[in-house]
């Protein structure tokens, strides 16, 4: 009989989806007239933009030929499209080399295969609430967890705590699901906190794309010194509604180095490169060709009109939470908006009113983790139409 990896056992049911669809799937049944508009979404609606669709179809064409035929790329990806992720980050201020970026199917596996480069026992902080991939992955290898707190206290973006040691910190900025973003000067106290720990910080900037304040950073790497202190994962998810697709990006520093125990420097990116040699082949010659459009001119500005259009729908409802008086987070530079329940509701209780009372529904703030347990998050990845008839609903809600 094998045996197991009984780490498994330490997850928490991931019920969170299931449950939402199970309780809106039995108000539907027994109110079949009434329609349910759903805001509860982390995925993107609209289509992929029409050069990179064409540019999608090229890459198609060309396995179809001898001449072009394309077998196994580089693990790393395609030199065009490192390239082109090094241009995007010169445009943004950033000097990165194009070793250094390692192309990949999406930021969720980048982000929970990372644990494979660190030992047992580190101190590793990760935010409540939180994207679920980071806990979930440290726990399926048996790993402590420290949460940190964010809550509305600190505006849901917690800072480090100089008398605490720390080894890996996660940071998701714009964050989901609070919608909370760190400035510079709380970056840079984070990093500061990294080299006086040697800790590595690892930074998830999935939704840089929806930064619009000037002043905020859009890479890590916009922080003096965060080349020899962090991993940053970086997606065409949302950039691109590549959630579907599959394209992402990480990049490792080559000044990522720190000793082994035996006193051998071992470099991040070496390891990085040899985990993605060993266990990946990387992403489609197909999906690498339209990415690299996603970063070109013309690419890029298809893909700001899909961002301006969420970005539109999380104004409509943040300006509804003004209006109604509720305490909320996000819905600037980001899609989405994180919210106080109101009457002192806790988060599935609040969901089931909303369900019952007009039909709208969203994610509860449990689901993130036990600070989100009297908030609520709403995303602005439906249609202009289903997100305006929604808030009409809300502001009559209470
Ligand atoms: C959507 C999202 C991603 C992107 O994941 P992919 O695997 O690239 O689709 C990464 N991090 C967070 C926090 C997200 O919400």
């Known amino acids: 009989m094998p045996k197991l990896n009984e780490n498994y056992l330490n997850l928490k049911q991931s019920y969170l989806f299931s449950e939402i669809a199970h309780r809106v799937a039995a ?29 999608l179809h090229e890459g198609v064409d060309a396995l179809g030929a001898a001449e072009t035929f394309k077998g196994y790329g580089p693990e790393q990806g395609y030199e065009f499209l490192r390239n082109a992720v090094v241009d995007y980050y010169a445009e ?12 990949s199917d999406g930021a969720k596996s980048d982000t929970g295969n990372i644990t494979d ?21 440290n726990l399926m290898n048996g ?57 590595i910080l690892l930074y998830d900037s999935a939704y840089e794309c929806f930064i619009t304040d000037e002043t905020l950073p859009r890479s890590i790497y916009a922080i003096e010194g965060a080349k020899k202190c962090a991993i940053e994962f970086c997606s065409l998810s949302k950039t691109a509604g590549f959630t579907g697709t599959r394209c992402g990006y990480t990049i490792v520093p080559k000044d990522l180095k720190f000793m082994s125990s035996t006193g051998v420097e071992m470099s991040l990116n070496a390891m ?21 459009e996603v970063f070109s001119k013309e690419g890029m500005a298809e893909c700001r009109e899909n961002i301006a259009y969420y970005q539109e729908n999380a104004r409509i409802i943040a300006s ?20 106080e329940c109101p009457m002192g509701m ?53």
């Not at 943004?92 to 192309?103: T, W």
């Not at 480069?117 to 992955?137: E, G, H, R, S």
């Not at 720390?166 to 510079?184: E, H, L, R």
Request: hydrophobic share 40%; aromatic share 14%; glycine share 8%.
């Open 117 to 137: 480069l660190f030992a047992q026992d580190n101190v590793i902080l990760i935010p409540d609430p939180v994207y679920p991939v980071y806990v979930d992955t």
């Open 320 to 339: 509804t939470m003004e209006k109604k008086g509720v305490r909320y987070f996000g819905g600037i530079n980001s899609p989405y908006v994180w919210f």
């Open 143 to 199: 790993r402590n967890i420290t949460y940190i707190d964010a809550n509305a206290d600190n505006n849901f973006l917690p800072m480090p705590d100089k008398n605490v040691h720390a080894d890996i910190i996660y940071i998701c900025s714009p964050n989901n699901p609070t919608g909370a973003a760190y400035n510079k000067e709380q970056l840079r106290e984070w990093v500061d906190y990294a080299l006086a720990n040697d800790a």
């Open 27 to 55: 108000y539907q049944e027994k109110n079949p007239d009434k329609p349910v508009i759903r805001l509860g979404i982390g995925d993107v609606t609209r289509p992929i933009g029409k050069k990179v669709i064409e540019k």
């Open 272 to 292: 990085w490169n040899r985990r993605q040699t060993t266990k990946f082949n990387g992403v489609s010659y197909i999906v690498q060709k339209g990415a690299a």
């Open 92 to 103: 943004n201020g950033v000097s990165i080399d194009a070793g250094e970026v390692f192309i």
């Open 346 to 398: 806790e988060s599935w209780e609040f969901f089931d009113y909303m369900l019952e009372k007009i039909q709208v529904v969203g994610t509860p703030g449990a689901g993130f983790g036990e600070n989100g347990k009297y908030f609520f998050r709403l995303t602005a990845f439906g249609t202009k139409e289903n997100t305006i008839e929604a808030m009409k609903r809300f502001e009559s809600l209470f």
